[in-house]
């Protein structure tokens, strides 16, 4: 899937979700990049192999003061090619993605 097509998608599907996670996530930054740096290749279709779909870079809102120093904007990162293969068991995303 082409990435305009795949960031569409998941804008989307953070588009969808309910008002309680939303509001959670809204100074969270999401980035998409093709796999986890220490990840050797990417996986076939079908292969089994855990996969890491992604990664949050932050501090966890329940961990955060007023009192703490600025760290810089939380952002997660979601690896396209891995969830990409991992779409047959999620058929909703495997839907959009045709």
């Known amino acids: 899937m082409k990435r305009e ?3 569409k998608v998941v804008e989307e599907t953070l588009d969808s979700l309910p008002r ?3 509001s ?3 100074n969270v930054a999401v980035l998409v ?3 986890p740096p220490n990840q050797p290749s990417p996986p076939q279709p ?3 192999r855990r996969l890491l779909l992604g990664l949050f870079h932050g501090v ?3 961990k955060k003061s007023t009192f703490d120093l ?3 904007p939380d952002h997660v990162v979601l690896y396209q090619k891995n969830i990409e293969a991992s ?3 999620r058929p909703k995303f495997a839907n959009k993605s045709a």
């Open 60 to 62: 966890p809102m329940t």
């Open 46 to 48: 079908g292969q089994q």
């Open 87 to 89: 779409a047959p068991l």
């Open 70 to 72: 600025p760290t810089g």
């Open 33 to 35: 990049e093709d796999m």
């Open 5 to 7: 097509h795949f960031v």
């Open 24 to 26: 959670r996530i809204r």
């Open 20 to 22: 309680e996670f939303g």
